[in-house]
């Protein structure tokens, strides 16, 4: 697929983050193994360097999501403690280029080996790995490890049997499994490779192996299986990987930083099915935001743009590789696209918070904005804008915000957008921060304060009515919003307006309306069949400029692989496609 690159172009702080905090550097790019492409990212040590390297091994899966903010702070952490530390993504996850939804899993094994000799330069290195990445890990026999960290780490096989049942209890919404091969959370794996991942054995401490486990009664529990929303970084973990491997590391200082020490290629070439496409680390607006540019090599001026900005805390690329492939295959078909990283998502999460804040604010439209923006500045050609949840509701709260030479030509592809009301702060206080419309998520308690007796304890009586009171206020809640809904839902427009300016969430016609007016923009209303039933929509052109689409199989957090495979083909088409003369 690929042919290595070993003279990219150089970029003075493309792929850094220094927006956002004083982090030390973090510089992203791809080194090769074999005939593709592994992502890494590698933060820099602070001075005095140990003049050593820690390979972090993340899992990969929907776990990836849940862990970003984990690593990431455990990343910080390693390089302020003088340690040169390599993050990557697993072949066919994240940013590391496939063009296949299936995941050749048998590379796995490889994979870290690749990584590990490129971050040692031939030098042993340490490793820190995550639940079945452990596995991973603990399993390579090779001597050029000096150390090895595991945290929570299972088998290939207890890591497949979880991640599976968790695929088959998300929900009535998602479609049908693919039957070839194993289809997990944001993750299809081919019949070897899942049969791969089942051979890999359970890890267990070894001295002689330099093997040690880390438990949870040191590190605490760790966000492996939980929604994004409540993945905490344990508040002990850090300071534990940082101390266990200080028992036996380098002194600071005490050897020389080394200017030759490798660095990432930032510039790739893929042969994308007979089309040569170019992959460009590069940053995104005011913060410089970590960025992925792919285009042609050859490409005419007025080539179409595609900007893909991801739903909810999914950092720029999701678990699955769906936007990349998206940009990959969009490329190949003569499009330059842009994906960005957003504020507290991926190498952006605050060092103050150990949770994901709230994303429905005002860093999210500008951030939006930036991107569409930037593209524009990219091509003279049309523009396409796609977002997914989040991501869609942050492209129509920006869309008033852009310069009109820019929405002339810009059609927003809004798939599964939810937080349709003029005032979209409201979606965030209504339906997902406190109170008894937010959703719980499974065995969640209310946050509701319970009341105590006078010695501060809560007492059985009291605790029951609170429950109780709790119980009944969200269910008459959720009966009259609903009830709101489906009237609104049949009712004139101006009643949708008046529907969607005082907090119904899901009206989107008014807000079509709206947009446009906003001069040439083009806004396509993306469902799939959940979504549309939810919002009461069905396909139709509301106007020459906007329309309600469905998607079939579509689940809205896009998880199943049915789903991806449709969007994909979707957004490539709908990007390749001439546009009308006139537009």
């Known amino acids: 697929m690929s042919r290595p690159n070993r003279s990219p172009r150089s970029s003075r702080g493309a792929g850094r983050t220094t927006g956002a905090s004083a982090h030390a550097t973090v510089v992203h790019g791809w080194i090769p193994a074999a005939d593709r492409w592994i992502a890494v990212d590698v933060h820099e040590p602070s001075e005095p360097s140990r003049g050593a390297a820690v390979v972090l091994a993340a899992p990969p899966g929907r776990e990836r999501v849940t862990m970003t903010r984990t690593v990431v702070h455990t990343a910080r952490a390693l390089a302020a403690a003088g340690w040169r530390v390599v993050r990557f993504d697993w072949s066919g996850t994240g940013q590391s280029p496939s063009l296949e939804d299936t995941c050749d899993a048998r590379l796995w094994a490889e994979d870290l080996r690749v990584v590990r000799d490129w ?21 390579d ?161 007025e080539a179409p743009g595609l900007a893909l900005v991801s739903p909810g805390s999914d950092v720029m690329e999701a678990a699955g590789g769906l936007w990349l492939r998206t940009a990959l295959l969009a490329s190949s078909r003569g499009a330059v696209c842009l994906l960005a990283e957003r504020t507290d998502t991926g190498e952006l999460v605050d060092a103050s918070l150990t ?144 529907a969607a300016t005082v907090g119904i969430i899901d009206v989107p016609r008014p807000a079509l309306r709206r947009l446009a007016r906003i001069p040439g923009l083009t806004v396509k209303a993306v469902f799939g069949p959940a979504d549309a039933a939810h919002c009461g929509v069905t396909a139709a052109h509301q106007d020459a400029r906007s329309a309600l689409v469905l998607l079939e199989p579509l689940d809205h957090s896009v998880f199943a692989t049915a789903s991806r495979d449709t969007l994909c083909r979707y957004v490539v088409d709908e990007v390749s496609t001439p546009v009308p003369a006139g537009r």
């Open 355 to 498: 949770r994901d804040s709230n994303p429905y604010a005002r860093h999210t439209v500008a951030e939006s904005r930036e991107i569409v923006t930037q593209l524009a500045a990219l091509t003279d050609g049309p523009l396409t804008a796609a977002g997914i949840c989040l991501g869609a509701w942050g492209l129509v709260a920006a869309a008033p915000e852009l310069p009109a030479e820019v929405t002339r030509r810009l059609t927003l592809q809004v798939v599964n957008n939810v937080a349709w009301q003029r005032e979209p702060w409201r979606y965030w206080r209504q339906g997902l921060r406190s109170g008894p419309l937010a959703p719980r998520l499974p065995g969640e308690d209310s946050p509701t304060p319970v009341p105590q007796d006078a010695q501060g304890g809560s007492t059985p009586t009291s605790r029951s009515l609170a429950r109780t009171l709790v119980s009944r206020v969200g269910t008459v809640g959720r009966t009259v919003v609903r009830g709101t809904r489906a009237r609104a839902h049949d009712a004139s427009p101006r009643v949708n307006s008046l």
């Open 119 to 139: 971050a040692g330069a031939d030098q042993p290195v340490r490793g820190v790995a995550f639940s079945v990445a452990g596995a991973y890990m603990a399993a």
């Open 141 to 301: 026999e090779d001597s050029g490890w000096s150390e090895r960290l595991l945290l929570a780490p299972v088998s290939g096989k207890q890591w497949l049997r979880h991640q599976s049942a968790l695929r088959r209890m998300a929900g009535k919404d998602l479609p049908p499994r693919v039957t070839e091969g194993t289809e997990l959370m944001d993750l299809q794996l081919s019949a070897e490779g899942a049969a791969a991942v089942k051979a890999v054995p359970g890890p267990e401490q070894d001295a002689a192996r330099c093997i040690r486990v880390l438990t949870e009664d040191a590190t605490g529990p760790l966000p492996l299986d939980v929604h994004p929303r409540v993945a905490t970084v344990p508040s002990g973990l850090t300071d534990t990987v940082v101390a266990a491997l200080g028992e036996h590391a380098p002194t600071r200082g005490a050897q020389a930083h080394d200017a030759a020490t490798p660095r990432p290629a930032r510039t790739i070439t893929l042969d994308v099915r007979g089309t040569d496409v170019r992959l460009t680390r590069t940053t995104c607006g005011v913060a410089e935001r970590p960025a992925i540019i792919t285009e042609p090599v050859e490409r005419s001026p």
